[in-house]
């Protein structure tokens, strides 16, 4: 599935490739909460880094967040004249590029379920739906972007 973005100003468009398309993965850390999440979270999905192709790369800017003190490796691109997150990156995974669902343009398809991650850095004012489509992870989930994807296409 191709997927095209953007930020809000209109300076930076981009689009990808994804074989993962469901924003279903809500990231409650610190760092995803105050860099793109006004809900208390934020959802990225995850696309092909050699698809991808972007207009306006001189309006992109990166931000590496600390950790311990020390910047992350983690790159998370934005634009410079809006502040809209569009994408995150990492040189461990070369072959992929993790843009916010919020940035994308190109309809969606609807989740059948949400995964709830990083929940130990949840602001508590952040209420986490409870039920049976909705799994709770105090850290990182069992399962990558794309196993879960696997498991929705042979419903197991």
């Given at each position: 599935?191709?997927?095209?973005?953007?930020?809000?100003?209109?300076?930076?468009?981009?689009?990808?490739?994804?074989?993962?398309?469901?924003?279903?993965?809500?990231?409650?850390?610190?760092?995803?909460?105050?860099?793109?999440?006004?809900?208390?979270?934020?959802?990225?999905?995850?696309?092909?880094?050699?698809?991808?192709?972007?207009?306006?790369?001189?309006?992109?800017?990166?931000y590496h967040a600390l950790q311990d003190g020390?910047?992350?490796?983690?790159?998370?691109r934005f634009c410079s004249?809006?502040?809209?997150?569009?994408?995150?990156?990492?040189?461990?995974?070369?072959?992929?590029?993790?843009?916010?669902?919020?940035?994308?343009?190109?309809?969606?398809?609807?989740?059948?379920?949400?995964?709830?991650?990083?929940?130990?850095?949840?602001?508590?004012?952040?209420?986490?739906?409870?039920?049976?489509?909705?799994?709770?992870?105090?850290?990182?989930?069992?399962?990558?972007?794309?196993?879960?994807?696997?498991?929705?296409?042979?419903?197991?």
């Open positions: 599935m191709k997927l095209e973005g953007s930020c809000h100003c209109g300076a930076v468009k981009f689009s990808l490739e994804t074989n993962t398309p469901y924003p279903y993965q809500k990231c409650y850390c610190s760092i995803c909460r105050k860099t793109q999440g006004g809900g208390g979270y934020a959802i990225n999905i995850m696309g092909w880094a050699d698809s991808m192709q972007v207009d306006g790369e001189d309006n992109i800017s990166v020390k910047p992350s490796e983690v790159e998370r004249k809006c502040g809209s997150a569009l994408w995150v990156y990492h040189d461990k995974w070369p072959d992929l590029v993790h843009p916010f669902a919020s940035a994308i343009d190109t309809p969606l398809p609807k989740a059948p379920e949400t995964v709830h991650m990083m929940l130990d850095y949840k602001a508590d004012w952040v209420d986490v739906p409870d039920g049976p489509d909705q799994d709770r992870f105090d850290g990182y989930p069992d399962k990558s972007i794309e196993v879960w994807h696997e498991k929705q296409e042979t419903g197991g």
